[in-house]
């Protein structure tokens, strides 16, 4: 058993490494979580003496291999309970993570089994990120930013890079979603924005951000 924070830490260091070969560091941490460094350094050496992460002061942390088993597991309930609320409640994308940050710390094991079950065992969350199947094994798309392709490109939105409600809210007013088909029409040098062809239908551009932020069949 872990409490609400020890796991909150837990997924953020996870995250944090994922594609990354150095030990995280304190700060990036303490940014993550909205916290102090000092704060971040007390609880690494907690995480350590449970076994649960490798802690070396001013080098930074890694997890243990029970640390990562368990950040996956928080990382799968997460997911699924996205699939639920958005599939059998109805929320919209953009809605449901703060909400599943708070179910994603139920501990039955036996419910979360259930749950995957009802859900007819989704390998992605509405977001397009996989979700880690009960061994934690995941499925990886072949996928790439919007931003990394070339003129005359087509490919259909995988996922996001940003899950935050203002930036999903902004996509569905532009009307892009999974699965929409984008063409890139055109790379504007002067800021990198993009034009693109949406569902083979309505032209736009999209500003540079935005597009480091969509994922594409590739």
Known sequence: MHSHT??????AIYKL???????????AIAEALNTKAASVTDMLRKLGTKGIANYVKYKGVSLTEEGERIALQ????HRLWEVFLVDKLKFSWDEVHEVAEEL???????LVKRLDEFLAFPQFDPHGDPIPSESGQMKQ???????ELEVGTVGRVVGVNDSQPLFLQYLDKMGIGLGSSIQVLDKIAYDNSMEIMLNETKSMVLSSEASRNIFLSA
């Open 6 to 11: 020890e796991e909150n830490y837990i997924k």
């Open 17 to 27: 490494s994922v594609n990354s070969t150095q030990e995280v560091n304190t700060n």
């Open 74 to 77: 928080i990382i799968r309930k």
């Open 104 to 110: 994603e710390h139920i501990t039955s094991e036996l």
């Open 141 to 147: 798309k072949k996928q790439k930013l919007l931003a």
